[in-house]
């Protein structure tokens, strides 16, 4: 009886739950929809001379396409002859219609693609993963950078990708499958690699197909374009020179990472060849035994990565294999899971300086981003099997019981326990930071304003006797070691204090780093509400108060731009103060949960002399500490309401389990933080 009058509450659960699903579909594919919308926009409102460089290239007026000659007598052509002859009927065509017609084919190639790999994910699946993944992996092809770029550029790169994930997943029949990936190989011959793939996995006749298909098609060109043939095939040894230089950043292939790291001549190519070879019979190999795990996608992903490395040249419009290793689950844990996924994601939808920080060390990683992405897809990340006990249920993140908080009506969010994963923390932190860069910069005023602002700061100050910058940084100057001191504080500590403190407390107390890292984060938003909205110039930067500049020495205020500085930063976003605002994060954070006493003195003695460093280096008014000091109280203010209130947590050494039996996973997530002491709540 019990049972059957749960079953309307369960069947109304059930109910509302797929209608979150459809909500939530819908919304996404909106979201899709403007994407492209926006797509559309930016292609058809750049300038005729500048937007399908690419295809004007080939096909408009005066291209390589249209006038009698080789079609690479320029080298700017870099298709294979089977593509100038499928192009060369388009000659004819004007820009504009060609233009529009392009973009909007190109488009709807994109959703084809999205919505191929969404029907090719290895079941079982969830109904939630059936109803989401489409318009997820539409929105993700739209705001990956190679879409993007081939959009721009008016590229043909997303056709081999379609072809061979349409012979791969639907159309019956392994003839009929082995046509299109050999249509996908006349256009791109590398991807004959798929060949081993299909052989290897017991898909002979499709492997014997994509050869014939791929054979046909370059004898059909060869006997309509011989001597473009020849000079494809044999001249440039299958299109090796054409297009831009090799070495170019936007060659994500081995060939132009060792040209860029200085080979060349016969060594770079001796060395290329091997590195090619071994990345082809290692990633192959690990293609060939996830598909025989049942992770086709993953395995045509993998193979698509062992693509990009091995072509001479891998433009960033040909990197879309890259993005399919998303389908790929790797990692034991829940909280891990989304580690490699977010790090594809973000490598294939932004810049690679956001990527990577701009030091000298690591310009070899930032240069080839892409590449390494690849390779360690094709060669080492560790993707779980299906026979993986952890692939469908992978350990679950452990959570403190609800916090109790007078905002009852506030979406509180789970407060987990257990340490976050370090590659997702890392790649977060960078990409956060550098879109704070970014967006400061974007938030700089008129000198007009940001002078008139400060003239407004200094009244208030003036009426409340805080006008003390002039005494405070002309008194420093005169004593030369307190001024070293204090340059080197302002200088060193605004990033080094912060990041230790972030260090330490996710080593030694995973549940204060979330709340700590949300509040820090909370406070860097709100500042920059501020810097769009308020404009400061700040004394140093005032002329005729006499502020001495003790750090990047006498401004030229004849200049509106201040002389060099003010071109690689922001010099108007001072209120509020994030030098200080960081710093009393720092401090309130070292007081509440430092164990020692003088731990906590020592803590808060850091924003202190920081208020004092911004002033005596005429860098910030004092109203623009006061400011920081807001921001920081809103940042803890709104993860109290998020989160509730910081847990009293128990000191967690580094040492922390890092997976616990399968025995426990049906307890829940209160009985076991009390069972193993995996960390405080």
Known sequence: MATEQSRPGDAAGAGRAVGRLGTARAVLWLVAAVLAAR??????????????????????????????????????????????????????????????????????????????????????????????????????????????????????????????????????????????????????????????????????????????????????????????????????????????????????????????????????????????????????????????????????????????????????????WVLLTVVGRVGTRASSRYAWPLAVVLVLTLPAKMMVPNAAVLQPVRDNVVLLAALAAALVVPFLSRTSEYYRTPVPTQYAPKAETRFRWAPLLRRVVTRPNLLLELLLIRVTYAAYQRTRLKATGSRGAAEEHAAQILAVEKALFLDVEHWFNHTVVGIGWLRGFFDFYYTSFHFVVPLTVLGVLYWRRPADYRWARTSIGFTTVLALVGFFCYPLAPPRLMPGLGIIDTIHGVQDFSRPDYGRLTEVANQYAAMPSLHFGWSLWCGLTIALVAPRMWMKVLGLLHPFVTALAIVATGNHWILDAAGGAVVVGAGFGLTYLLTGPRAATTRQGPGEPGERPRADRGLSPVSRHNDGGRGGA
């Open 39 to 320: 797509q559309i926009a930016v292609v058809l409102r750049t300038p005729k001379g500048e937007r399908l460089t690419d295809l004007e290239t080939w096909v408009g007026p005066g291209g390589v396409l249209h006038v009698n000659g080789s079609l690479y007598d320029s080298t700017r052509f870099t298709g294979t002859p089977l593509a100038g002859l499928v192009l060369k009927p388009l000659t004819r065509t004007a820009e504009q219609a060609l233009g529009w017609g392009w973009t909007f084919g190109t488009l709807l190639l994109v959703v084809a693609l999205g919505l191929v790999a969404a029907r090719a994910l290895p079941g079982p699946v969830s109904r939630r993963t059936a109803l989401l993944a489409a318009p997820v992996a539409v929105t993700l092809l739209m705001l990956s950078l190679p879409v993007r770029n081939t959009l721009y550029l008016g590229q043909t790169s997303i056709l081999p990708v379609l072809l061979v994930l349409v012979g791969c997943f639907l159309v019956r029949g392994e003839r009929a499958s082995g046509v299109c990936v050999g249509l996908a190989a006349a256009f791109q011959p590398t991807v004959l690699l798929f060949v081993p793939l299909l052989w290897f996995t017991g898909r002979r006749h499709a492997a014997a197909s994509t050869g014939l298909t791929f054979a046909g098609a370059t004898a059909l060109a060869w006997a309509t374009l011989p001597h473009d043939s020849y000079t494809y095939w044999v001249h440039h040894l299958a299109g090796v020179g054409l297009g831009g230089r090799a070495d170019d950043l936007a060659n994500q292939s081995l060939h132009g990472a060792l040209l860029r790291f200085g080979l060349s001549g016969p060594l770079e190519i001796a060395v290329f060849l091997a590195l090619a070879a071994a990345v082809a019979v290692i990633g192959v190999r690990r293609a060939v035994r996830y598909a025989r795990d049942g992770q086709l996608l993953l395995a045509v992903a993998l193979t698509g990565c062992v693509v990009v490395a091995v072509s001479p040249t891998s433009w960033q419009h040909q990197l879309l």
